[in-house]
């Protein structure tokens, strides 16, 4: 359990660059950090939120009230050798903050408390913040440096004297991404190369357990010159700027120049996508992170409920040639994907994996390799016709 003072929790503060400060008490590590405070609107997977690389550098705050009631379940693994039940092998957030947490949990996975696995990971977590002032606050100014003290310091307020640095200056992509490639079901009957920008469990698991074989590649790897090994491209999600990510644009480019292979990109893998067809990107005030973001088709006018995690989109007023809106965000009108009007090229904001759901896009996997397969037949020398998805979101390719 985290220190305490007579049996009683240690003091901690959110101190923001803006300076306001939100009191509370810490239930996590005795430590303080710094990062970028931002929202979730997600009810319930903070395991899986707290476990997602795109959270790196980041201060996350729960708007739902009651936090940590299910606990925290174990590193159990499935049959390809993914975490069941995190998004990634570690804790990624620089800290939480949440209304009210619950000392008590229960649930069948649970083997320890929120607090213990904060702890565990050395991750501050303060509760009795007033959340909803807090969401409204950053609604209001946008996503806002801050820093989580604990213990004496959390007292000074001192913040105009205080260095904020600022993660999205950093390659948090980077710092996220595998080191060496890495193989899941190798069995797989088409091959998917997976650009690893912070790639999320349940995204592997997604294109595995539609028998795809799956090789995850770092985010700087020169793919096109092993292009040929593959079926298709897959390009991840993953934290900060994508500015930063210079090597994977370089390689997309070539690849859309020369390439004609299927390629699928989710959330940093849009914005990665999008630049490499020549659109800029900008930040976004606050950011879409939740499970409860509508999502609507371009083509159809159908409206998907969508799991999202970013804070960056593209700057899709003038759209490059041979290049077309795919989905835009029903409440902002912010760009939600892009797709190539005559090859198997498309990408898209939010998640369609939604560990924690909604799961209205998960076809969109099915989408993809069902273009891999297609794609495969007519290189070997046989052109069979793709088969339309009912109400598919994806337009037919020329």
């Given at each position: 359990m985290p220190s305490t003072i007579n049996n009683s929790p240690l003091p901690a503060s959110l101190k923001l660059k803006t300076g306001q400060i939100f009191t509370g008490t810490s239930f996590g590590a005795p430590v303080s950090t710094f990062g970028e405070a931002v929202f979730t609107t997600s009810l319930v997977g903070y395991p899986e939120s707290m476990t997602d690389p795109s959270y790196t550098g980041q201060i996350l705050v729960f708007t739902q009230p009651l936090i940590g009631n299910y606990g925290v379940p174990g590193q159990d693994k499935d049959e390809f050798g993914l975490y069941k039940y995190f998004e990634s092998d570690s804790i990624q957030v620089?800290?939480?903050?949440?209304?009210d947490y619950a000392t008590e949990y229960s649930h069948?996975?649970?083997v320890e408390s929120l607090s213990q696995w904060c702890v565990r990971y050395n991750v501050p977590a303060i509760s009795g913040v007033d959340t909803r002032a807090l969401t409204q606050l950053l609604r209001d100014q946008g996503s806002t440096l801050g820093q989580?003290?604990?213990g004496q310091d959390s007292h000074?307020?001192?913040i105009a004297s205080t260095v904020f640095p600022n993660p999205n200056n950093d390659n948090l992509v980077a710092k996220v991404s595998t080191k060496v490639p890495l193989n899941y079901n190798p069995k797989g009957d088409v091959k998917i190369a997976v650009i690893d920008c912070g790639v999320k469990q349940n995204i592997l698991r997604c294109l595995a357990s539609r028998g795809a074989a799956v090789t995850v590649l770092p985010h700087d790897?020169?793919?096109n010159s092993v292009a040929h090994q593959f079926d298709g491209i897959f390009i991840s999600n993953g934290p900060g700027s994508p500015t930063t990510c210079v090597e994977t644009i370089k390689h997309l480019k070539v690849a859309l120049e020369t390439l004609n292979k299927p390629i699928f990109g989710i959330c940093m893998g849009n914005l990665l996508l999008g630049m490499a067809a020549g659109l800029q990107v900008y930040k976004l005030p606050f950011g879409n992170r939740g499970h409860n973001q509508p999502a609507l088709?371009?083509?159809?006018?159908?409206?998907y409920i969508t799991s999202q995690n970013h804070g960056y989109a593209l700057n899709d007023t003038d759209m490059p040639k041979q290049w077309k809106r795919l989905f835009v965000n029903a409440n902002d009108g912010s760009n939600e994907g892009i797709q190539h009007e005559t090859k198997p090229i498309f990408s898209v904001q939010f998640h369609p994996e939604a560990k924690g759901g909604p799961q209205d896009t998960v076809y969109l996997f099915e989408e993809f390799l069902k273009h891999v397969r297609a794609d495969k037949v007519k290189v070997e020398g046989f052109e069979v016709p793709v088969p339309q998805v009912q109400q598919s979101a994806i337009a037919t390719f020329a």
């Open positions: 620089q800290g939480i903050i949440v209304n069948w996975t649970a989580i003290c604990v000074i307020d001192d790897y020169d793919f088709n371009v083509d159809t006018g159908l409206c």
